[in-house]
């Protein structure tokens, strides 16, 4: 990843302004041209970006960033088509690994640039690594998967959603927090139920059921399935292939036996613990 000058320079001189601005990321590219196409036609941005967008300010705000700094929102190509647009304009769809980019600028304000170039450097230069870092990951992650090419078989989905249904006791019906303040344990499994298979992977070992209860118990039980919604479980399922493969590839370069990777690994699995334990 190599971050040049121009970039910088570019992103410096567009900190003069500051842009009111209504955004989407959404999922999938199909969708986001879709999006477009409405948006053209004069429909409202915040009801399609609360159906359709993938950010968590879209449910609260309808895709409203409030008033946003170049240099940090979006990635860096898109980030100065979007400070070089007029007012009014509606840019994308953007395509990155992490979904698609739409936007629309709808004020501009001048702003104070609190330092100079040199002084601002480092800030700048991360924040474009930090988007680029970021599209890195998911392109790996994406390429990691579809080598795997993990098939979710409905047997054993069945079988989670019957062996993990839980739902939370009358008196904290109302509790928003009730799953992850639960005391769950890892259900009991016939010997036939341990070998119904769970996922089947291309290139990988195959889950049973029995595997699927030993990786999920590295988790957080806040984290766990509750038998209630396939999307759920579909949800959890791609977290724990995801870190698997993650882990696996990893292994397979031998960087899994560097000692650092090892003690972020540790910190890592206390670090979620403790969160869903307080």
Known sequence: IRITEEMKDTIYANLSRERHLLAMLIPDSAQAV???ERLNKGEEFGPLAKDFSAQWVSDTAAGDLGWVKAGVT?????????????????????WTPLGTYVARV?????AEVQGTRESLDGRIEDGILQ?????RQQAVLDSLRAAADPVYVDAGRNLIMAKYY???????????????????VSPTLTPE???TEVVVFKTAPDWTMKDFVTRLEWYPSGLWPTGQSEEELVDLLDNMVR????????????????????RKLDSREREM????FY
């Open 166 to 184: 839980w739902e939370p006791p009358p008196e904290q019906a109302d509790n928003p927090y009730a799953k992850l303040d639960a005391n769950r």
């Open 131 to 135: 988007h680029l870092y970021m599209a």
């Open 273 to 276: 613990k403790a969160t869903y």
């Open 243 to 262: 870190d698997y493969l993650v882990l696996k590839a990893a292994d397979d370069l031998g960087i899994s036996k560097d000692p650092e990777l090892l």
């Open 193 to 195: 139920e341990e070998a």
């Open 74 to 94: 979006f990635p860096y190509a898109f980030d100065v088509e979007v400070w070089q647009a007029p007012v009014g304009a509606t840019l994308g769809p953007y």
């Open 106 to 110: 709808l004020e501009e304000r001048p």
């Open 34 to 36: 879709h999006v477009v």
